[in-house]
């Protein structure tokens, strides 16, 4: 089955810097691979994501990329602010609607 | 608000006892996604069903079993509860399209927690 490793688990940066959190996945029929945030005791949200038939993706300070050939896809944020603090998850699903995802990366940013 | 309700919020039960969660989806989508996450860990993928039908299944246990009705609201039951079966239990739902591809977007209801004593 799918296999989704992410990287780092805790990753703490000071406010204004950019955060780049990691993800590779096993299964090549995996074609869609979304972000999720989630903050302490509240559902996961959909913060932005990807199809296989694209590299890039951005909406304002986050940005994520995908390499097919390597299988791997990357959650970029840039001058992060202390609301950003979370846990963001990556996943990756199939056409057959299996959803694997990440073990988590805790943010945490420092005002 | 994603318009993914789920009922009840908490629920407290005791060792080997049998539950019910329930799921509506938002108005429109026929998928529904079942996950548990325990303390301190991700989302374990459990069960997906399809406009009333089974999709996809994850690390779902014998003891848990799930349906989705014709409303397509659906309903995950836990029977013979452990202690570790205390977790937050996610639904979520998407259009599901018709085509090949069902990888949609997921809309996250707020969870029911589940403790077992």
């Known amino acids: 089955g799918e296999n989704v490793e992410q990287h780092p688990s805790t990753l703490s940066v000071q406010e204004g810097d950019s955060a780049v959190i990691k993800c590779t996945y096993s299964?090549?029929?995996?074609?869609?691979f979304p972000w999720y945030k989630q903050e302490l005791g509240k559902r996961p949200q959909l913060i932005i994501d990807?199809?296989?038939?694209?590299g890039e993706k951005k909406d304002q300070r986050i940005a994520v990329t995908l390499n097919k050939t390597a299988k791997h896809f990357s959650l970029h944020i840039t001058e992060t602010q202390p609301e950003d603090s979370a846990v963001y998850f990556c996943?990756?699903?199939?056409?057959?609607?299996?959803?694997?995802f990440g073990d988590g990366t805790t943010l945490t940013v420092k005002p | 608000d994603s318009g993914v309700t789920q009922t009840p919020k908490h629920l407290i039960t005791a060792t080997g006892q049998r539950v019910t969660l329930r799921c509506s989806p938002r108005?429109?989508?026929?998928?529904v996604y079942w996950y548990q996450q325990s303390l301190d860990q991700g989302l374990q993928f459990l069960i997906q069903?399809?406009?009333?039908?089974?999709?996809a299944k994850g690390n779902i246990l014998e003891r848990f079993s799930a349906q989705q009705f014709p409303d397509l609201h659906s309903e995950l039951n836990l029977s013979s509860l452990e202690l570790g079966d205390s977790a937050l239990y996610f639904c979520?739902?998407?259009?599901?399209?018709?085509?090949?591809?069902?990888?949609?977007?997921?809309?996250f209801g707020p969870g029911t927690r589940l403790t077992v004593l």
């Open positions: 979520a739902s998407s259009k599901g399209t018709s085509g090949a591809s069902f990888t949609d977007t997921q809309y």
């Open positions: 299964d090549s029929a995996s074609n869609y």
């Open positions: 990807i199809r296989s038939n694209v």
């Open positions: 996943a990756a699903s199939t056409n057959a609607g299996k959803s694997t």
């Open positions: 108005s429109g989508d026929l998928s």
């Open positions: 069903y399809y406009n009333g039908e089974e999709r």
